[in-house]
């Protein structure tokens, strides 16, 4: 007589974190995370604009919903990619073991979360708050990015993969200061982006 072992576990599902300010999202967040979603064999990436970014606090930030509009329109075209509220709909400063803790939370445990950041975020990473738990929440991956050094030195041994991705040289910075003196985007942000800039009047 055979004994039926039932079916098979379902695969875990494997999720990555693309944490940003966003403003405005860029070709070289979507290239890194495709670049991730690639190589780690993601099933999505879950884009997450931050609310209150505190370590941006002496700059000019634009509105979270525009923050938010603008990568829903970048990402719309990847079915693996998606937007999440959870850090524009939580009030305070945005920090990235809630992030985790609530992206924990809507997931359930049957998933492995990758939080993947650029080297220069990820330089600055025992800066955030609760450092020591960051690492027991997901797996992080830190990507490269034209003129930053990108290392683990100070981390935990295993807590963080390093990959090079495609260099893109564009920053966030550099494209509001490029819409101010009237400079294009285009091809930098999605063509939506462009427009959506245009639109609202951002960076003028
Ligand atoms: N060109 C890029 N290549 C690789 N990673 C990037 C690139 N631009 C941003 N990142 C990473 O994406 C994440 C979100 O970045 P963020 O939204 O702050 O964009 P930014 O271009 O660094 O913005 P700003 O110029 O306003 O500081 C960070 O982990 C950052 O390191
Ligand atoms: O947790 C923190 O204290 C913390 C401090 C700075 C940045 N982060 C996260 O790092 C990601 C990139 O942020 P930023 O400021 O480089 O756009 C985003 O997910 C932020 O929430 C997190």
């Known amino acids: 007589m055979s004994v039926d072992a039932g079916s098979p576990p379902p695969p875990v599902r494997r999720v990555g974190i693309m944490g940003g300010t966003f403003d405005p999202v860029h070709h070289g967040h979507l290239v890194a995370a495709s670049e991730v979603a690639s190589r780690f064999v993601l099933d999505e990436v879950v884009f997450v604009p931050a609310g209150q970014p505190w370590q941006k606090a002496g700059a000019t930030v634009s509105p979270a919903e525009d923050r938010y509009l603008m990568t829903v329109i970048a990402t719309a075209s990847n079915p693996r990619f998606r937007v999440s509220r959870v850090d524009i709909d939580r009030p305070g400063p945005t920090y990235a073991v809630d992030t985790l803790r609530d992206l924990r939370a809507e997931y359930g445990p049957d998933v492995e979360l990758f939080f993947i950041t650029g080297a220069d975020a990820l330089s600055r990473i025992l800066s955030w708050r609760e450092p020591e738990h960051l690492f027991e929440l997901a797996h992080f991956i830190g990507v490269t990015r034209p003129g930053f050094e990108l290392s683990d030195d100070h981390l935990p041994e295993d807590a963080v993969s390093l990959i090079e991705v495609p260099a893109m040289s564009i920053s966030s910075t ?13 091809y930098l942000v999605p063509d939506g982006v462009v427009q959506y800039i245009a639109k609202r009047h951002l960076y003028r």
Do not use: L, N
């Not at 200061?177 to 400079?183: E, F, K, L, S, Y």
């Open 174 to 186: 550099a494209c509001r200061a490029r819409v101010a003196i009237g400079d294009p985007v285009w």
